[in-house]
């Protein structure tokens, strides 16, 4: 099952305002979600083989104050990527896959591979593609500043948090 839909934006107070998409994939639990608004996006974990296995990242929220979320996920996953963006970079777009992973004959859904794009470079993708695919640009100065996410033994739906500019 793949969700896509806008959650009212929360607005800043300094013009700008965030909203909430998503998410894509299975909803099998709660989801698991920041506890703060985020400002910017600065660090990204991804471990990965076949499928999305953790999540973790860290942002600066509106007080300017440091937060690291997660890992979100399980431990495992042959392969540990950090992004680490520059002080210009921004997310533009978050990219995958999601699908059914089958391991010692349990059935899990999942996403199965995940790209980050910035206004810089794209990172990824992480984990094996399939054939289910979903995709967050976004425009107008907007970018993605932090995520929220169903995982259990793997991440198996992702959703995003956006940040329009702040107004002149």
Not at 55 to 73: Q, T
Not at 107 to 130: C, D, H, K, M, W
Not at 148 to 155: E, I, R
Request: net charge negative; glycine share 10%; charged share 20%.
């Amino acid at each position: 099952m793949c969700l896509s839909f806008l959650r009212p934006l929360l607005s800043l107070g300094d013009g700008s305002a965030i909203a909430k998409i998503g998410p894509w994939g299975k909803i099998s639990a709660d989801l698991l979600d920041i506890p703060t608004t985020p400002q910017r996006l600065e660090r990204s974990t991804i471990r990965h083989g076949v499928v999305i296995d953790s999540l973790a990242f860290s942002f600066i929220d509106k007080a300017g104050e440091p937060y690291n979320v997660g890992p979100w996920g399980g431990p495992r996953g042959d392969n540990k990527d950090t992004i680490e963006l520059a002080a210009s970079e921004i997310v533009k777009e978050v990219s995958g896959t999601v699908g059914v992973f089958a391991e010692d004959n349990v059935e899990y859904n999942a996403i199965a591979s995940l790209t980050i794009t910035t206004n810089v470079r794209t990172y990824g993708p992480f984990g094996e593609t399939q054939s289910t695919t979903f995709s967050v640009p976004v425009q107008d100065n907007k970018n993605i500043v932090g995520f929220f996410v169903c995982a259990g033994k793997y991440v198996e739906a992702l959703g995003v948090y956006v940040r329009s500019p702040v107004s002149t």
